[in-house]
């Protein structure tokens, strides 16, 4: 069984696919049942059953958005 945080904080979800491959879920926990593990990520909400679940874990925030570089005006 997979230890996670309370429902909003930030964490990494890896699980198996249909397929057999493995995935990842990043974002916020919306919310952890006995059946079923909720993200909400960049690719949308994701629910993922316990049962494929392989780890998880919390990770930090988001660094900082980078600040946009300008062209360098002629000299």
Same mark, same amino acid.
């Given at each position: 069984?997979?230890?996670?945080?309370?429902? #909003?904080?930030?964490?990494?979800?890896?699980?198996? /696919?249909? $397929?057999?491959?493995? $995935? !990842?879920?990043?974002?916020?926990? /919306?919310?952890? !049942?006995?059946? $079923?593990? $909720?993200? !909400? #990520?960049?690719?949308?909400?994701? %629910? @993922? +059953?316990?049962?494929? @679940? @392989?780890?998880?874990?919390?990770?930090? *925030?988001? +660094?900082?958005?980078? *600040?946009? %570089?300008? +062209?360098?005006? +002629?000299?």
């Amino acid at each position: 069984m997979v230890n996670l945080p309370e429902p #909003g904080h930030r964490v990494v979800v890896r699980y198996m /696919l249909p $397929t057999g491959q493995a $995935t !990842d879920a990043l974002g916020e926990l /919306l919310s952890a !049942d006995a059946e $079923t593990v $909720t993200v !909400d #990520g960049k690719r949308g909400v994701e %629910r @993922i +059953p316990r049962s494929a @679940i @392989i780890a998880a874990k919390e990770v930090p *925030p988001p +660094p900082a958005p980078r *600040p946009r %570089r300008h +062209p360098s005006s +002629p000299a």
